[in-house]
């Protein structure tokens, strides 16, 4: 499992001309699965975003987490974080997980972060053609990927 988390002062997601998500203060995630991917990752992954300390302090020193700060979060599918760009210039993603074993670990991601954060979190459509909005804070982007534990 792949996540690229983003520090946001705010973030929406739009179906179909439809908003589905916005957030103030709080994380976007994009969350990209494999087939290797299972609930362990699961379950790591949303510890790990849960109490990331990538907060500002009274200090202004990144020192608190989404739990600290009791901020909001995002989660949407993103097929595209496992693209290959290996071989010529069209990205291959033969690597991103086929729906019927996505949703089923995408949808655990949201209740995992959900039962961590203590709050619902909101997410895009999966599979769907979104529009993601964010004014990123800082900017603070990070890159956690379950199979590279750094």
């Known amino acids: 499992m792949k996540a690229v988390i983003q520090r946001v002062a705010k973030s929406s997601v ?27 990752d699961v379950q790591w992954l949303s510890a790990k975003i849960a109490n990331l300390r990538i907060f500002n302090d009274q200090d202004g020193v990144m020192n608190r987490s989404l739990l600290d ?14 693209a290959s760009t290996k071989k010529g210039n069209r990205p291959s993603y033969i690597k991103a997980a086929k729906p ?5 670990l995408y949808e655990a991601f949201v209740a995992q972060l959900e039962n ?11 599979g769907a ?4 909005e964010l004014l990123n804070d800082g900017p603070v982007t990070i890159i956690i990927d379950t199979k590279n534990k750094e």
Do not use: C, Y
């Open 100 to 104: 019927d074993v996505a949703i089923p």
């Open 116 to 126: 961590d954060l203590g709050k619902k979190v909101q997410t895009g459509r999966f």
């Open 69 to 82: 700060v009791g901020g909001d979060a995002i989660v949407v599918s993103q097929f595209t974080l496992h």
């Open 14 to 40: 739009t179906v179909d001309g439809n908003t589905t998500a916005t957030i103030a203060n709080g994380l976007l995630v994009l969350l990209g699965i494999v087939d290797a991917d299972g609930f362990d």
């Open 129 to 132: 053609d979104m529009k993601v």
